[in-house]
């Protein structure tokens, strides 16, 4: 969502609230450039989203299966349930934003790893381990050294 007072293209969601209609939804978002605040109003779209898996399957998005994971990553690490459902509405709400219905697993994986790696590093190298499936403990080890060089 673009900044009205500086263009800059990334914000995050401070706020949200459904609307009186129950089909949009208010958001107050912050510019990650400028930190001005703003609000936006979405119409929530309820067209599927087909996620494309690795072996070329289709399945159709499922948003408690991505909790899940999170959920799974965050397992007794100070990551509420709440940061993780925000997590999930800001990727789903992406996921309804784009032209095309038909999203390969593989971005929808980066997507989580990009907010689980602010949040959390271990939830993050949890999620990591499983979503790349790592073969074995040198991979593991430069994606760990990877993360800790981005410091
Ligand atoms: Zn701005």
């Known amino acids: 969502m ?3 007072f500086c ?19 208010r958001r107050r978002r912050e510019s990650l450039a400028c930190h001005k605040r ?10 599927p989203v087909v996620v494309i898996k690795k072996d070329g399957s289709r399945q159709s998005f499922d948003r408690s299966k991505l909790l899940n994971g999170m959920i ?5 690490r100070p990551v509420s349930f709440d940061t993780m459902e925000k997590m999930v509405d800001e ?12 999203v390969p697993s593989a971005q929808i994986g ?14 993050y190298v ?5 979503y790349r499936q790592f073969k074995d403990i ?12 981005e410091k």
């Open 110 to 123: 980066e997507m989580v790893m990009d907010r689980l790696k602010d949040v959390d590093e271990v939830a």
């Open 72 to 76: 799974r990553a965050c397992e007794k």
């Open 2 to 4: 673009k900044c009205p």
């Open 138 to 149: 040198s991979t593991f080890m430069s994606e760990l050294n990877k993360l800790l060089q």
């Open 126 to 130: 949890r999620f990591a381990s499983v």
């Open 38 to 47: 703003f609000t936006t109003f979405e119409v929530m779209e309820t067209l």
């Open 7 to 25: 263009g800059y293209l990334d914000s995050k969601v401070v706020d949200s609230r459904p609307a009186e209609d129950g089909a949009s939804i």
């Open 91 to 102: 990727i789903e709400q992406i996921l309804q934003n784009e032209m095309n219905r038909e």
